[in-house]
C-alpha cells in the first residue's frame, strides 16, 4: 500500500507527476482512497437493430460514411457519422466537434454508448461516448456495469485512472489485511477493507457503493477519533502540569487589575480556566469567541495566574502586528502593578536589536521576566524559560503542531526523568490554553480539534453596536470614497484593506490589475480624501515603521489607515467606523469576517459599516458576498463557510495539523463520526497506548496516518 505511484504499471514518470501535484496522490494507498466522485451506467453491447429508443445503448460497428455539416444562421455545425453492423445502421451526430473529422475514418470500428432517439427513420445518438476499436473480433462484447467516474484533471483523464486502478486491484486485495476486528464490523454490518475497496471501484449495484463509501468513511473517521483519544489519555494520565494556587484573595487581585467588568460569558469561561489550572492534569483547553468578544481579557487572567504563584507565563500571536497589540493592551493594564511584561518577535537584525533581544532572553532564563509576549520567535530561539506554567497561543490555527510540541520543551523545570504520575514517556510540560476568533463548527470540534476542552464566549462586551454590510461592484467606487470622506469630516476614522503591497506588473491591461496598498493609498490621499491624512502598513514594513503608523492611527493623527490583511486580527481602535474591503471575492469567508471585526469596537453609538466592492467570477465567490452580508454573528459565518469551503480546507489542515479525509464529508457524515467517537474512546480506555495484540495493526496504520499531524510519535 505504500508502493509509490510511479512504480505502478500504466502510471510512469510524467502521470506520476500530475497524480502528485494536481491530484495529491502519491502512494497505493492514496490512489485506492480516490474514490468515484460519481457512476455512469453502461448498457451491455447489443445489436443495432435491438436498440430500444430514449434508452441508454451500447452498439458496435464500422463507419460507413461521415460527413462535416456547416452551421448556419448562428447554429452550430455537426459531425455525422452511419455507424453500421450486420443487422442495421445507427446515426451519430456529434456537435460542434470538426476536430473529430480527422480521428474518425470510413472503416474504423467504433464502440459507442449514449441515450437513443428517434430521428425520421434513422436512430440516433447525440454526442455518444465512442472508443475505436483495433482488433473488433478480438474485443468481447461488453456487459451492462456502472462504470466510476474519478476526479482528474485535463492531463489524466478518468478513464485512465480507471484502468490503473483496475490493473492493481487483483495484486493488492488478496493480501490486504484489515485493521478493524472481525465483530466490530459484523455488529456496524461493514464489510471487509478489501470488499469495500471492490465496492467502490468495481460495484455490481448503487447498494454496494453506498455500502463501500460507508465502510470507508468509517474507517478514516475512527483513525482520527483514535488519534485525539490517544492522545487526551496521554495528556491526563502520563503529563503533569503544576498546579496554581487561584484562592478568592488572588482572584480578587487579578481582577482588580481590569479597568472593567467581565462579562458573564468571561466570568464563566474564566472559571473553568481557573479549576484546570489549579490541577496537576495540564490544561488543554481551546477558547473560541467571535470578533472583539473579549479573549484577550481572559488570557490576561490565565498569565496572572501564573504570576501569582510564582511562575511565568508566555503569550504567542502568529504575527509580529497582533504581538504588539496585545503587549501595548497588556501593559496598559498592568501600568501599575510588579509584573514585568517583555515583547519578543523575530525582527531587528541589527546589533543593537540583538542585543536588546540577548538581554531579554537572559532575563527569561533568570525569571526576571513575568509574561513573554511574543511570536514564532520564542519558539525558534535558543533559549529557555526558568519556569514556564502557562503557555497561551493565539489564533491557535496559524501554529503547526511540531511548533506547538516544540514549546513545551522550552522548560528547564522539566524533569523528563520523572516519567510523570504513572511513569515512561511522562513529564511535565505548562498548562495550555489556545485561542481562536474563528469559531468553530461543532464537526469541527470534534475533529481538528478534539482532542481540547472547549470554552466559548458568545456575548460582546457592552455598547457594540452591529456593523452594517453592503457589497457593491466597483462601479460604485466613486460614491463609497464619497461617503468614506463625509465621514471623516465627522472626526471618524477608516481601514481600507487591499490584497496586494504594489503593482505586480504582470497584467497589460489596467482594468485586471489588483488594487494595491502602495498606489491606492496616494489615490485616496490626492483624489478622494484630500483634507484628510492618509497611512499604509503591511508586511513588508519594518517593525519600527509600523509601529509608528499603528501609534499615529490609534491617536487620530492619521485619518485613513491603507492596508493588506496584516490588520486582519489585534487591532483595536475604537474611533475607527468604516472599513471598506476592495477586490473582497478574494477573500476567505472567515478572513473578511476577521477584518470586518476591526471596526464597531467603540462605544460612542456610532453606526459602523464595512463595505466589500467585489466582482465575484465564481459560484463560491457570490456564496462568500451574499454570507458575509447576511450576518454579523461569527459562529454562523463558520458553519456557512465550512458549507461552501468543506472541511479540508476551512482551516488549511496541513498547516492547522489534521491530516485531510478523502472519503468522509463532514458535516454530512456526522452521524458517522459521532460513531467513531464513541468506539475510539471505547477502545482507549481498555487500551490506552494500543498496545495489545489485537490493536496492533490498527496501531501501526494510526502512527502512519496521523503520527506527525496530531502529535502522536511521543504517545506512541
Not at 461521415?66 to 457519422?81: T, Y
Amino acid at each position: 500500500m505504500s508502493t509509490p505511484i510511479a512504480k505502478l504499471p500504466g502510471v510512469g514518470p510524467k502521470r506520476a507527476n500530475t497524480l502528485i501535484q494536481r491530484l495529491d496522490i502519491r502512494t497505493t494507498s492514496d490512489l485506492l482512497r480516490h474514490l468515484p466522485m460519481r457512476y455512469e451506467y453502461e448498457a451491455a453491447e447489443d445489436q443495432i437493430e435491438n436498440i430500444s429508443q430514449d434508452a441508454i445503448a451500447t452498439a458496435r460497428g464500422q463507419v460507413a460514411e461521415l460527413r462535416w455539416v456547416p452551421g448556419r444562421f448562428g447554429k452550430k455545425g455537426r459531425f455525422e457519422v452511419s455507424l453500421q453492423d450486420d443487422t442495421g445502421s445507427l446515426l451519430l451526430t456529434w456537435f460542434n466537434a470538426q476536430y473529430l473529422s480527422r480521428r474518425i475514418q470510413i472503416g474504423d470500428y467504433l464502440r459507442v454508448q449514449g441515450k437513443t432517439k428517434s430521428f425520421g427513420n434513422y436512430t440516433q445518438i447525440i454526442n455518444p461516448k465512442w472508443e475505436k476499436l483495433a482488433e473488433p473480433d478480438l474485443e468481447p462484447a461488453r456487459d451492462d456495469k456502472l462504470r466510476p467516474v474519478y476526479p482528474a484533471t485535463e492531463q489524466l483523464a478518468s478513464s485512465h485512472i480507471e484502468r490503473v486502478i483496475e490493473n492493481i486491484l487483483p495484486a493488492v486485495l488478496p493480501h490486504l489485511i484489515d485493521p478493524l476486528p472481525d465483530d466490530l464490523l459484523k455488529h456496524h454490518e461493514m464489510p471487509p477493507l478489501a470488499d469495500a475497496l471492490r465496492m467502490v471501484h468495481q460495484p455490481n449495484d448503487l447498494d454496494e457503493t453506498k455500502a463501500a463509501r460507508r465502510r470507508l468513511a468509517y474507517n478514516e473517521l475512527l483513525l482520527l477519533q483514535l488519534g485525539i483519544a490517544m492522545k487526551k489519555a496521554f495528556v491526563r494520565d502520563r503529563l503533569q502540569s503544576p498546579p496554581l494556587t487561584i484562592t478568592p484573595e488572588i482572584d480578587k487581585q487579578i481582577r482588580d487589575c481590569y479597568p472593567f467588568e467581565l462579562t458573564d460569558d468571561q466570568n464563566a469561561v474564566v472559571k473553568e480556566i481557573a479549576h484546570d489550572l489549579s490541577r496537576i492534569s495540564p490544561m488543554n483547553r481551546l477558547l473560541q469567541g467571535d470578533v472583539g468578544s473579549g479573549k484577550t481579557a481572559v488570557a490576561l487572567y490565565a498569565l496572572l495566574a501564573a504570576y501569582t504563584s510564582g511562575k511565568q507565563a508566555v503569550l504567542l500571536a502568529p504575527t509580529e502586528l497582533l504581538a504588539e497589540q496585545h503587549y501595548l493592551s497588556i501593559c496598559n493594564m498592568l501600568h501599575n502593578t510588579n509584573v514585568s511584561v517583555a515583547l519578543l518577535t523575530g525582527s531587528g537584525t541589527t546589533k543593537a536589536e540583538k542585543q536588546k533581544r540577548q538581554i531579554i532572553h537572559d532575563e527569561i532564563q533568570s525569571g526576571d521576566i513575568d509574561i513573554v509576549i511574543g511570536t514564532h520567535a520564542v519558539l525558534s530561539d535558543t533559549f529557555e524559560f526558568k519556569d514556564l506554567a502557562v503557555v497561551i497561543i493565539d489564533e491557535q490555527h496559524r501554529f503547526g503542531v511540531m511548533q506547538r510540541a516544540f514549546l513545551k520543551s522550552k522548560n528547564t523545570t522539566d524533569d523528563k526523568n520523572q516519567g510523570g504520575k504513572q511513569g515512561g514517556g511522562g513529564g511535565k510540560i505548562p498548562h495550555h490554553l489556545v485561542m481562536t476568533a474563528t469559531p468553530i463548527p461543532r464537526t469541527l470540534s470534534l475533529t481538528v480539534f478534539g482532542d481540547l476542552d472547549v470554552s466559548t464566549i458568545r456575548g460582546l462586551p457592552p455598547g457594540r453596536s452591529p456593523i452594517i454590510n453592503r457589497v457593491v461592484d466597483m462601479n460604485k467606487t466613486d460614491d463609497v470614497y464619497r461617503y468614506l470622506n463625509d465621514r471623516l469630516a465627522r472626526g471618524e476614522q477608516a481601514y481600507v484593506v487591499l490584497p496586494a503591497i504594489e503593482n505586480s506588473g504582470l497584467e497589460d491591461d489596467p482594468k485586471k490589475q489588483l488594487r494595491n496598498v502602495t498606489d491606492h493609498a496616494k489615490l485616496i490621499q490626492n483624489k478622494y480624501c484630500p483634507d484628510s491624512k492618509v497611512g499604509l502598513v503591511h508586511g513588508r514594513l519594518k517593525s519600527e515603521e509600523r509601529e509608528e503608523v499603528m501609534k499615529q492611527f490609534r491617536d487620530g493623527s492619521i485619518h485613513v489607515l491603507v492596508a493588506t490583511t496584516v490588520i486582519e486580527v489585534g487591532v483595536d481602535v475604537p474611533n475607527a467606523t468604516i472599513m471598506i474591503i476592495e477586490h473582497a471575492e478574494r477573500f476567505g469567508l472567515a478572513q473578511l469576517h476577521q477584518l470586518r471585526g476591526r471596526v464597531g469596537r467603540g462605544t460612542h453609538g456610532i453606526k459602523s459599516l464595512c463595505v466589500f466592492i467585489a466582482e465575484p467570477t465564481t459560484e463560491d465567490g457570490e456564496k462568500r458576498m451574499k454570507a458575509i452580508a447576511s450576518s454579523n454573528d461569527g459562529f454562523k459565518i463558520s458553519e456557512l463557510d465550512l458549507e461552501i469551503r468543506g472541511m479540508g480546507d476551512f482551516f488549511g489542515t496541513r498547516q492547522a495539523g489534521a491530516a485531510p479525509l478523502r472519503v468522509a464529508q463532514i458535516p454530512q457524515d456526522m452521524d458517522l463520526l459521532m460513531l467513531a467517537k464513541r468506539d475510539a474512546e471505547s477502545i482507549i480506555e481498555t487500551d490506552p497506548l494500543l498496545k495489545s495484540e489485537p490493536n496492533a495493526l490498527l496501531k501501526s496504520v494510526l502512527l502512519k496516518t496521523h503520527g506527525h499531524t496530531l502529535g502522536l510519535i511521543d504517545v506512541g
